[in-house]
């Protein structure tokens, strides 16, 4: 592997951390990590390098992939994980703060993965669990409509394997579709994308989910190449990528608000394939709706089947780099 090249973070919590340095350094770990992958004894290599470590998996707002790949991670690394999934069966429904129950996990493992609808809280945490005598690492799983971090670590993952390298990211258009107000992926991915020079991002919604003004301004800082479109079907011909996005009605303010929003213009569907590049990469952070059709699963361009499983080992690599063993990951070992 090659020598590090950034400092090693504390905490996982936001995409804005990450620089191309760090990105490129992550996925050829996960590339070699895969390698191990491929025979028992490559498996069992890895599996003995965090079993002196334990983890918690503290999701209080729904999953199926996040808090699954990362608890496959853990299972790969040999760590052991604890979950609470529901603050209501925590000392939390007996008035205890977030703040001392972090503290309490803290007490009992080594690596706190959470999920809340509640944005910056695990920025906040991790602030907090710094200044304590035991200060252990933080991954933000997903903060409400804010930062999906590792999510958009997966989501460029994906593109680098189906564009076939880092460079070929480079000048590419990427489209990005539906809630884009509300969508923490698109805010994540958005900004790991400006470590790539000359990407374009088109950003495609019904004027009510429109990208959020901190989004737009932190883009034109950036000086990445970025449009707003209502046409669907203009943007999706001249992308090379696709990101479909789903509406985040859990973030609704009044009841039914998001079904006042006309969203039937921004569904991808089988019709429309032959309108996309022949190389186009369609991709979705999941779980869907209709904006996807499911006859679109068979088409060799899907790849958020493949999404799912490089969120694994993408989440493997980055708590090796966390827990300080990605060094012990070496090619040659095998
Ligand atoms: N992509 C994603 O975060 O999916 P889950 O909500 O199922 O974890």
Redesign the pocket.
């Known amino acids: 592997m090659p020598d590090l090249v950034f400092d090693r973070p504390k905490h996982i919590l936001s995409a804005g951390q990450f620089d191309r340095p760090f990105l490129d350094y992550i996925y050829e770990l996960t590339n070699t990590i895969r390698k191990y992958d491929k025979s028992k004894d490559g498996l069992q290599y890895l599996q003995s390098l965090l079993t002196h470590r334990r983890a918690m998996l503290y999701f209080t ?9 990362f608890q496959a991670a853990c299972h790969i690394l040999g760590m052991k994980p604890s979950e609470i999934r529901d603050s209501s069966t925590s000392s939390e429904r007996k008035g205890e703060s977030i703040e001392d129950s972090l503290r309490t996990f803290a007490s009992y493992v080594d690596l706190i993965i959470m ?1 809340s609808p509640v944005a910056g809280l695990s920025d906040r945490m991790a602030c907090l669990l710094d200044e304590t005598p035991r200060p252990v690492p933080i991954i933000n ?2 903060s409400g409509p804010d930062e ?1 971090p590792t ?1 958009s670590i997966l989501d460029i993952y994906t593109l680098q394997r189906s564009f076939k390298s880092a460079s070929a990211i480079e000048n590419k258009t990427i489209c990005m579709v539906g809630d884009l107000k509300r969508g923490r ?1 698109i805010r994540s991915l958005s900004r790991l994308l400006t470590n790539y020079p000359g990407v374009k991002l088109l950003f495609v919604s019904p004027p009510e989910f429109k990208i959020e003004d901190d989004l737009r301004q932190f883009l034109l800082k950036s000086k990445i190449s970025f449009d707003e479109t209502t046409n669907f079907l203009d943007a999706i011909g001249t992308a090379d990528a696709i990101y479909m996005t789903r509406v985040q009605d859990e973030y609704d303010l009044g009841l039914g608000d998001s079904k006042r929003v006309d969203t039937s213009k921004y569904a991808l569907k089988y019709q429309h394939l032959p309108l996309l590049k022949q190389e186009c990469v369609i991709m979705h ?3 869907r709706r209709s904006e996807l059709d499911p006859a679109i699963d068979i088409d060799p361009r899907a790849k958020y089947w493949r ?2 499983r490089n ?1 694994m080992w993408t989440r493997v690599a980055l708590i090796t780099i966390l827990m300080g063993v990605d060094q012990h990951i070496v090619l040659p070992r095998l």
């Open positions: 707002q729904p999953s199926t992939r996040t808090f699954m790949s999920r799983a997903g999906h999510q992926t952070p999941l779980p999404q799912e969120g």
